[in-house]
């Protein structure tokens, strides 16, 4: 979800972001004024109630302390003492009958006064108030009860106080043999005799229906839920054009051009115009900067490319010269003796043994410049390997007895060291026989009579190594960098051509190997690597 949320454009999550907080902020805010309007409601009825309550409790103490002893006296003086005017002397009906009219006038209020034991059966509790009248016998205390109750014709808060029984109240509710006949006869003394003050004999409440009141509170929370939504809907395009026309597209335009460069559809150094001045212009003009140098850069690297190929021309051209050069000196220097002999075999008359003698010489000049010929012919075609599996230590014992003559006309002694365990490698073993016999006798070469010369192969990682050494005086620093250059030579021409280490070289190069040399006063090694 993270990932696919990460993958999203710019844009769509701006606006994925907006939404969420604008949904949560309508949720939040609706919940917050249901909760307080609720609240409100419930404030509102409750204090109705409690006016109501004050109102119906005046109404019964008007009833209890004036106008019933009044009555009472004006009955007896008319010798009356037994008769009782319910509708004017009870506190009961007097309530009940001003309450009901008082529900004409506003439906939503309901009364009761009422008793688990009353003198008129009417107005007996029902369940609820029962448990009122049972909390407040418990809770003697307690001289009010606020809640909520859902009822038949839906939810009601209702106020309740405990009707409490005092002193006044004795003659009619005490016993029966005290209370007016007339109550007897109308009510008999089944209920509401036998009370004592201070007794919770029943309870007064009055409700207040809610549910109308609440519904209200709940459209009003639906409404401003979605009227803020769609308000803040509308707030949200509008600003999301602007971010849009402000941001994303911009953006787009530089990425697409940015795109268009790197693929090669555009020029390195096209700019995009932009006369902004804020961040978005300076992203664009720091774009525009980097195209520029991006632009300049590969015109420097064009131009050194140029040079570089113009250097390596030229230094193409030198070495073919160099090489003519050789080749034309290596080979005009036989020629010349060459042609000597040749003058002199047809212009004068000469010995037998004068005559073999030129004819030698001009042998040898043929064999010295077919070796030259042959070797340079070797090195310019690179001429192809003949690969098989060999064993270089093998190649070297060859080389060393084809220079067995070489290397006891000089006394020398031989040091071979040959590691056994050297896997058999796949390379052309004519050629580094070539190699090995070139260094073996430029070793031969370099050495004084009864000098020293080691031959060691080994193995190392996944190459073998071949190292030839001799006791000879060095390669003098001077010539060190021109020892593999073709024709380069310090021996003289009957020993050789200058071209023994340059063949070498090509030789194990072919072989992906590698020739290198040290060398001091007390000799030279010169080391081949070859891969295994
Ligand atoms: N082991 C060595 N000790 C001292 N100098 C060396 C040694 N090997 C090579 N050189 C120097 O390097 C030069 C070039 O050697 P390279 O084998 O290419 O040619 P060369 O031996 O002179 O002639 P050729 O073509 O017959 O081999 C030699 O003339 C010599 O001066
Ligand atoms: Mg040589």
Known sequence: MIMKVANLKLSTKFSLAVG????????????????????????????????????????????????????????????????????AMSTTHVSLQVMAR?????????????????????????????????????????????????????????????????YECLRCHGN???????????????GGFYRKVGDVIGVESVSYVLDRDLANVKRIAFDTFFFGLSTLGILFLALQSTFVHLVTKPLNNLARTFKDIVEGKEKLG????????????????????????????????????????????????????????????????????????????????????SRQLHISTINSGFDRIQRITKQLLDFAKGSPLSMKMISICKVMDNVLQLSSYLISKKSLKIVKEFDENIPLINADS?????????????????????????????KEDNYCFVSVSDTGKGIPEGIRSKIFDPFFTTKGVEQGTGLGLTVAKSIIEQHKGDITFETSEKGTTFFVKLPI
């Not at 010269?321 to 010349?336: D, F, K, M, T, V």
């Open 176 to 190: 029966p043999h005290d209370a007016p006949k007339e109550l007897l006869v109308k009510y008999g003394t089944s």
């Open 430 to 458: 004519n050629k580094l026989e070539q190699v090995f016999l070139n260094l073996i006798i430029n070793a031969i070469h370099a050495t004084d009579t009864q000098g020293i010369i080691t031959v060691r192969c080994w």
């Open 270 to 353: 096209s700019e995009i115009p932009s006369s902004r001045t804020d961040e978005i212009g300076e992203l664009t003009n720091s774009f525009n900067i980097l195209s520029r140098h991006l632009y300049e850069a590969e015109e420097k690297l064009k131009k050194a490319a140029t040079l570089e190929k113009q250097m390596m021309e030229t230094e193409k051209l030198a070495s073919l010269g160099q090489l003519s050069a050789g080749i034309a000196h290596e080979i005009n220097n036989p020629l010349g003796g060459m042609r000597l002999c040749f003058n002199n075999l047809i212009e004068s008359n000469m010995d037998e043994q």
């Open 20 to 87: 969420v907080i604008l949904l949560l902020f309508c949720t939040t805010f609706s919940i917050i004024l249901y909760y307080y309007l609720k609240n409100q409601v419930l404030t509102d009825a409750e204090e109705k109630t409690m006016i109501i309550m004050s109102q119906i409790r005046s109404v019964g103490a008007y009833v209890r302390e004036t106008l019933r002893p009044a009555m009472f006296e004006t009955l007896s003086k008319f010798g009356a003492s037994d008769k009782i005017i319910i509708e």
């Open 102 to 166: 008082f529900k004409k006038e506003v439906e939503d209020y309901g009364f009761a006064r009422v008793s688990e034991n009353p003198m008129n059966p009417n107005n007996k509790a029902d369940d609820f108030h029962l448990a009122m009248i049972n909390y407040f016998s418990r809770n003697k205390n307690e001289k009010l009860w606020k809640g909520i109750i859902n009822t038949e014709e839906g939810k009601r808060l209702f106020t309740v106080r405990p009707i409490i029984m005092e």
